[in-house]
């Protein structure tokens, strides 16, 4: 049974950064794709980053160039580097974490996306950027 932990939440300044980590286990393929996802308040959940085993990445265009998704090769940790925060970046960010074998498209993320019902997921982080 995969299990995502998410940890480094919190509040920070528009304009700040700030790094949000995912402890994966039970992941026992490597044909593994991980992923971060965020809510906020009224809205639907969206696609934040995506990576893959092979090293691949995919980016929602709202975060290009700012966050930055990687992922620890000894122990699997998943990570997003936030820089150039902004109040829109407000909301629960979640890990997910899904097998390639289920996505049909060449974008990552966007295949996560496509289908989230079938995703793991972590119980999300709360980041608050302030103005």
């Known amino acids: 049974q995969v299990k995502l932990v998410e940890s480094g939440g919190g509040s920070v300044q528009s304009g700040g950064s700030h790094r949000l980590s995912c402890v994966a286990s039970?992941?026992?393929?490597?044909?593994?794709?991980m992923g971060w996802f965020r809510q906020a308040p009224g809205n639907q959940r969206e696609g934040v980053a995506a990576c893959d085993s092979d090293g691949r990445v995919s980016y929602a265009d709202s975060v290009k160039g700012r966050f930055t998704i990687s992922q620890d090769k000894d122990d699997g940790t998943l990570y997003l580097q936030m820089d150039s925060l902004t109040p829109d970046d407000t909301g629960m960010y979640y890990c997910?974490?899904?097998?390639?074998?289920?996505?049909?498209?060449?974008?990552?993320?966007?295949?996560?996306?496509?289908?989230?019902?079938?995703?793991?997921w972590g119980q999300g982080t709360q980041v608050t950027v302030s103005s």
């Open positions: 039970g992941i026992t393929s490597s044909r593994y794709v």
């Open positions: 997910a974490a899904v097998s390639r074998d289920v996505l049909f498209l060449d974008d990552i993320l966007l295949a996560m996306t496509v289908v989230q019902a079938l995703l793991d």
